[in-house]
């Protein structure tokens, strides 16, 4: 019961009297914290289903709201606004529920298995790896017809080619563009003009970022272009004057936005980003910094050198997928004219893997893989007492150890046999392993 209720007052003066305490509330200005719970409210909506605010006019409809509230806040804590907002949304799952028919989307592919049709894409690897030359390379076979590049195969017609290429110049795109047949040079100038399916290409001369103008700008150029195929390159560059830290959460929101401002005009996006983890990380944890970045696309490619640390003139790069579908492994080599295929990579992958675990034994086990490689091609198995007296042991116990070890790594495989004094342990080595490499 209210205070208005206890108190003996006349209907009259009741009424009266609520209506100065609600008109005291109205004149009450709201304190800085009620107005930003009303701005996240205002923001909620923007991530609805029914929502009629565009993302290319959220921070016109933001800035508003702001003024009419005396409400000041930077661009950078506007976009944090929106962002927060985003994450608030897609936590809000409400999942399926049992013996309800559900229509199950079908994959789609704009290259089979490497680059996912309207969606968004990441291709990482450590510099001069080629992983620009291979999309446009790519790109070129494709517009020429071909039904497919490196063993996979494309899926249906090239589309238009808008390229974001802000890490590199004009002087730098220009003659690689021009060598897989992208642009040409006009007569005998030192001009030069882009060729079909290139309808647009920026650079780190003339160039456009992931900040809400150049957002703008793309969403313009998407919907002139419905259906396109978008390079990137490189997202470091691209969200660089957004003043984020590659370890934090925070640097795939704008790839968030990115996806959320192109989705609605069909747009295949491949996204170049630099690798910064250690030899033999997968896909995922290959991207540098945060894994946030990787969690926020549907398809991962990684390119890394196959085999170059352990020998100079081996230039094989491995092309290794993660993502919505059954993984791809290719060995590709590049050459004057493009890249070819070098063949499926799981053999060698293996073989990679048996050269470092013998790169990685012990002084001990490298002595004994050695000589169980030597007596089995002779076709012989060895004891430990034998393995013991060939190599110095000091004890038995140290030759049994290094042995168990090279079976746990299946390089060697042990064989028990019983006999009068009990059981028995005779070694060789594995040869489907240790002699494939």
């Known amino acids: 019961m209210s205070y208005l209720d206890r108190v003996n007052l006349e209907p009259e003066e009741k009424l009266k009297a609520l209506k100065d305490a609600f008109s005291q509330d109205l004149e009450k200005p709201k304190t800085f914290e009620i107005l930003l719970l009303d701005l996240d409210e205002e923001i909620d909506k923007f991530f609805l289903a029914d929502s009629v605010i565009k993302p290319q006019d959220r921070y016109i409809y933001i800035r508003e709201f702001c003024k009419k509230n005396n409400l000041k806040l930077t661009e950078s804590e506007i976009r944090n606004k929106i962002w927060q907002g985003r994450k608030r949304a897609q936590g809000a799952v409400e ?6 028919p559900l229509t199950v989307p079908k994959e789609v592919w704009a290259w089979d298995g490497i680059w996912m049709s309207c969606d968004q894409n990441l291709l990482v ?20 017809g071909e039904s497919e590049f490196l063993g996979q195969k494309f899926i249906g ?11 590199m110049s004009l002087a730098r795109w220009s003659p690689l563009l021009c060598r897989f047949g992208l642009a040409e040079k006009v007569g005998n100038s030192d001009k030069v003009q882009l060729l079909d399916p290139i309808v647009k290409l920026f650079t780190s001369d003339n160039p456009i970022h992931l900040d809400k103008e150049g957002l703008d700008k793309l969403v313009e150029l998407a919907s002139k ?7 990137f390159d490189s997202y470091t560059k691209l ?18 936005d990115l996806n959320e401002y192109l989705s609605p005009y069909q747009a295949t996006q491949v996204i170049i980003h630099h690798s910064g983890r250690a030899k033999g990380a997968s896909p995922v944890l290959a991207s540098r910094g945060s894994t946030a970045l990787t969690a926020a696309v549907s398809q991962i490619i990684s390119l890394k050198w196959f085999r170059r640390e352990e020998d100079r003139n081996d230039k094989r790069i491995l092309i290794e997928t993660e993502g919505r579908a059954e993984d791809v492994a290719l060995l590709i080599l590049q050459e004057q004219n493009g890249f070819i295929l070098d063949g499926r990579a799981e ?6 893997s048996i050269r470092e675990k013998i790169l990685n034994l012990t002084n001990n086990q490298a002595d004994v893989l050695e000589i169980l490689t030597l007596s089995s091609k002779e076709g012989k198995e060895l004891t430990t007492s034998e393995i013991k007296e060939q190599l110095g042991f000091t004890t038995q116990k140290a030759a049994m150890r290094a042995c ?3 079976v746990r790594l299946k390089l060697a495989i042990e064989r028990v046999s019983s006999n009068e004094s009990g059981k028995i342990s005779f070694f060789k080595i594995n040869p489907t392993n240790v002699l494939s490499v």
């Open 95 to 100: 999942g399926y529920d049992p013996h309800t």
């Open 125 to 144: 690897s450590l510099p001069k790896c080629g992983k620009t030359t291979l999309v446009v390379d790519a790109i070129a076979h494709w517009h020429r």
């Open 157 to 167: 017609k090239c589309p238009q080619v808008i390229i974001v290429g802000t890490d």
């Open 225 to 231: 272009n419905v259906g396109a195929l978008w390079l």
């Open 239 to 256: 969200v660089s004057p957004l003043g984020l830290q590659e370890s934090s959460n925070e640097i795939s929101y704008p790839m968030a």
């Open 347 to 352: 053999d060698e992958i293996a073989k990679q």
């Open 404 to 406: 168990r070890a090279l």
